[in-house]
């Protein structure tokens, strides 16, 4: 009798109300997470567009031995562009917004520099005020050459950076720097107080 009496006994009011309060509190701590981490978030998704979309161009240049063109369409837009041989004729193969509200913008805060830019050999131009594209003054168009190589309109190397962020929120604020010369292509994050490369 006192067997089938042990084997249907629960949980103590204290226990239950225990296991809720653990409950509670690790609720708490992941709504707080989540609701900082997601501008983050956010800027992280945008900065990948912009990544994939200038290795691709990169790549295909290279594949193809076509110059493509990437073009920055409205505040929130990447575009790769070929050029056709013969003629001036361009080919339009892709077109990337960015998602969840992310633009081509730099926060001005007093608190953000310049990203670091140890493979270039001056910093990345300073852009005026809030533009988020800044690859030199006079510059119409931006691709990859067959040779890998990022150039302008003229065929000069171009260096630069383009920037990408929520307005008005800063743990989103994300750059992405090319090395004209080489083509390299780097993504940096601001994590509140520096920016970290990628």
Do not use: H, Y
């Amino acid at each position: 009798m006192r067997k089938g009496n042990l084997s249907q006994a629960g949980f103590s009011l204290i226990e239950t109300m225990l296991v809720v309060g653990i409950m509670g509190v690790i609720t708490s701590i992941a709504v707080i997470q989540v609701g900082s981490t997601r501008q983050a978030l956010k800027g992280d998704g945008a900065m990948r567009v912009v990544l994939s979309q200038l290795n691709q161009a990169k790549q295909l240049a290279i594949t193809q031995r076509r110059n493509m063109r990437v073009t920055f369409t409205g505040s929130n837009s990447v575009q790769i562009i070929r050029e056709e041989v013969p003629g001036p004729t361009l080919t339009t193969l892709s077109s990337v917004p960015f998602e969840g509200g992310l633009q081509l913008t730099r926060i001005t805060s007093p608190n953000i520099g310049e990203p670091p830019a140890p493979e270039l050999p001056s910093p990345a131009p300073t852009p005026p005020s809030t533009a988020g594209v800044a690859f030199g003054n006079g510059t119409t168009e931006m691709k990859f050459s067959p040779e890998g190589v990022f150039v302008d309109q003229n065929g000069l190397t171009l260096n630069g950076t383009v920037f990408v962020a929520l307005a008005g929120q800063v743990m989103s604020a994300r750059a992405i720097t090319v090395f004209g010369s080489t083509g390299r292509i780097r993504a940096f994050r601001w994590d509140g107080s520096s920016w970290k490369v990628v």
